[in-house]
């Protein structure tokens, strides 16, 4: 099993731009999350599903949009990329009585 | 949402037995409380979970009294790759899960 994975590691934008971060798991969880982690803080929850075709909002959902139309995916979109969104995310999934496996992380600039 | 409550960072020699003590005072009766490691630049790792009393596998133990209003994650003769960032959290496994990590224990090995 690859796990979670994201792509891509690395991404710098320009404001106003619009980009999706993906994840994957191959591990059949029902449960997907997206953080955000800024320098020298814990991560927070931006929006988080629980079944393919469910989602709901976190703590900080504000700009940025999700769908899970498959098991596998749950892609975080970017409508209008602003400088406070650079930061690190990482995907998580797990099993509904299971601990979170996260993905290896995207590190996002806005210029 | 249970708010927990971790020293911010500590120091310790390789070898010695490290503990890190998590305050979660309004944890809730379903709540389970789990352990994070994060290295800088992956994402968090699990390392232990429990509900009450200890808690032992082969990275850590978890105390957690009776009240189960704190808790502390133990770890044994800590070496120089046990520097990491150490998250603590309450919630609910089974069902959806919408946790938040606070900032966290940033644990320092010493040669």
């Known amino acids: 099993n690859a796990g979670v994975t994201q792509t891509p590691k690395f991404q710098v934008l320009k404001t106003g731009q619009s980009m999706t971060l993906q994840c994957a798991q191959d591990?059949?969880?029902?449960?997907m999350s997206w953080y955000r982690q800024d320098p020298g803080m814990g991560l927070r929850l931006i929006h988080y599903?629980?079944?393919?075709?469910?989602?709901d909002q976190g703590e900080v959902p504000n700009g940025y949009n999700v769908s899970r139309s498959t098991t596998e995916d749950f892609p975080l979109r970017l409508l209008s990329a602003a400088p406070s969104q650079t930061s690190v995310y990482f995907c998580?999934?797990?099993?509904?009585?299971?601990?979170?496996?996260f993905g290896p992380g995207t590190r996002l600039t806005v210029l | 949402l249970a708010k927990t409550t971790q020293p911010i960072s500590m120091d310790s020699y390789e070898g010695q037995e490290v503990n890190i003590t998590c305050s979660h005072n309004?944890?809730?009766?379903?709540?389970?409380i789990t352990w994070y490691q994060q290295f800088p630049s992956q994402g968090p790792r699990f390392i232990i979970q429990g509900y009450k009393t200890k808690v032992t596998n082969e990275v850590a133990s978890l105390f957690i009294p009776a009240d189960r209003k704190s808790s502390t994650l133990s770890l044994p003769r800590v070496s120089l790759s046990d520097t990491a960032v150490y998250y603590c959290?309450?919630?609910?496994?089974?069902?959806?899960?919408?946790?938040?990590f606070g900032t966290g224990t940033k644990l320092q090995v010493i040669p």
């Open positions: 309004n944890i809730a009766t379903n709540d389970y």
């Open positions: 998580a999934s797990r099993r509904s009585t299971d601990t979170q496996y």
């Open positions: 591990m059949n969880h029902e449960y």
């Open positions: 959290l309450v919630a609910l496994t089974g069902g959806y899960q919408k946790v938040t």
């Open positions: 599903s629980v079944g393919a075709g469910i989602t």
